[in-house]
């Protein structure tokens, strides 16, 4: 083989380095489109949560909030297949940040998970009342049964709202079988608050310079926001003072209808502070139980034989509200489940793309 010329070494560099720079080019606008597909992905799961039809469940309802767990579960599976496919996308200013969060969220998992079981008391109560109301004919010991059974639902009821679920079992008595039970962390203690741990997930959530928003962003964000409903509308341990700024990008695709909601949820959380000054708790067969139950208080304290027939609109629609939480709660207590595994995978999943990337 002939040897290499000068002019031909020169040549050969040149090459090289156009060769670089093609393949960077190229790298660079692969991770522009995987970002950009991320974001239509993001945007689209949360669009469908807020588009109108009849068949749309109402937002913070049981069925709802599932959607809601799907959508993050998606979104989640969407930012790890990116990670995948292309590690170095890893912001690293981001990762202790993102990593934190993480931890703060599976508390919030192990709060919410035992919210749910508050919610589920708050059903017997219902159905006993429910069940001594529907007698026949109605009788004074019925009424009385089912006035007893009113009575500690409202006041579990404004519990919840008021103190967030703690006149219940506290979480740490509670998360012992989900935490250490399930092979995950997070149980939290009885000073835990709910409200300071979103507080503290969204206190340095910044938009990266430039405006940029990379999919560790986006996902630490979206994580952020999930769980700042779920506390809204499930009973967790002190969950006053939720009306905290989420600084989602609104002018972004991916987070426009991510801060739609959140403007719509946060709306319902100021009403409800005007009210009862209250925090969470929002949850939509909750807020439908009290109405409910004060009308059948109203009637049960001013009961008289022959009138069960002025009740009886409101003893079908308490019915059916038992009904959904048997069929919902089950179903959004497992997802959050899931929710606490998947985030724990995640977390190992960054620890070593890190590692593989050397960054």
């Known amino acids: 083989m002939a040897p290499v010329t000068e002019h031909q070494g020169s040549f050969l560099s040149r090459i090289s380095r156009r060769n670089q720079i093609v393949s960077m080019d190229v790298n660079h606008d692969q991770e522009l489109k995987e970002l950009e597909d991320f974001q239509k992905h993001v945007a689209q799961r949360f669009t469908e949560l807020i588009s109108p039809s009849e068949e749309s469940d109402p937002m913070l309802s049981i069925q709802w909030l599932r959607k809601l767990l799907d959508a993050f579960m998606s979104c989640e599976s969407g930012f790890q297949s990116v990670l995948t496919a292309n590690p170095a996308q890893i912001s690293k200013p981001l990762v202790p940040e993102t990593l934190d969060r993480i931890v703060k969220a599976?508390?919030?998992?192990?709060?919410?998970?035992?919210?749910?079981?508050?919610?589920?008391?708050?059903?017997?109560?219902?159905?006993?009342?429910?069940?001594?109301?529907?007698?026949?004919?109605?009788?004074?010991?019925?009424?009385?049964?089912?006035?007893?059974?009113?009575?500690?639902?409202?006041?579990?009821?404004?519990?919840?709202k008021n103190s967030g679920g703690s006149g219940r079992r506290t979480t740490t008595e509670q998360s012992s079988s989900f935490g250490r039970g399930s092979g995950g962390g997070g149980c939290v203690s009885k000073n835990w608050s709910a409200s300071k741990q979103i507080q503290a997930m969204a206190a340095n959530l910044v938009l990266p310079r430039g405006g940029e928003a990379s999919p560790m962003f986006i996902m630490s964000s979206v994580m952020v926001m999930v769980m700042w409903t779920l506390v809204a509308a499930v009973p967790c341990q002190a969950s006053n003072g939720l009306t905290v700024h989420l600084p989602l990008p609104r002018h972004q695709v991916w987070a426009s209808a991510a801060a739609s909601i959140q403007e719509r949820i946060g709306e319902e959380l100021k009403r409800n502070e005007k009210r009862c000054g209250g925090g969470g708790g929002l949850m939509e067969e909750m807020q439908r139980m009290e109405r409910v139950g004060l009308k059948l208080m109203e009637f049960a304290d001013g009961f008289?034989?022959?009138?069960?027939?002025?009740?009886?609109?409101?003893?079908?629609?308490?019915?059916?509200?038992?009904?959904?939480?048997?069929?919902?709660?089950?179903?959004?207590?497992?997802?959050?489940?899931?929710?606490?595994?998947?985030?724990?995978?995640?977390?190992?999943?960054?620890?070593?793309?890190?590692?593989?990337?050397?960054?």
């Open 106 to 160: 599976l508390d919030i998992c192990t709060a919410v998970v035992n919210g749910v079981d508050s919610v589920r008391q708050s059903q017997r109560l219902a159905e006993i009342a429910v069940t001594a109301l529907k007698q026949q004919p109605l009788s004074d010991g019925s009424v009385r049964r089912a006035k007893r059974a009113l009575t500690s639902l409202l006041v579990a009821l404004n519990a919840d």
């Open 304 to 359: 008289r034989f022959d009138g069960e027939e002025e009740v009886k609109a409101e003893v079908e629609e308490m019915e059916e509200i038992c009904r959904k939480m048997e069929d919902g709660l089950d179903g959004l207590q497992r997802q959050v489940r899931e929710v606490f595994h998947r985030l724990v995978k995640s977390r190992s999943e960054i620890l070593e793309a890190i590692e593989h990337c050397n960054i």
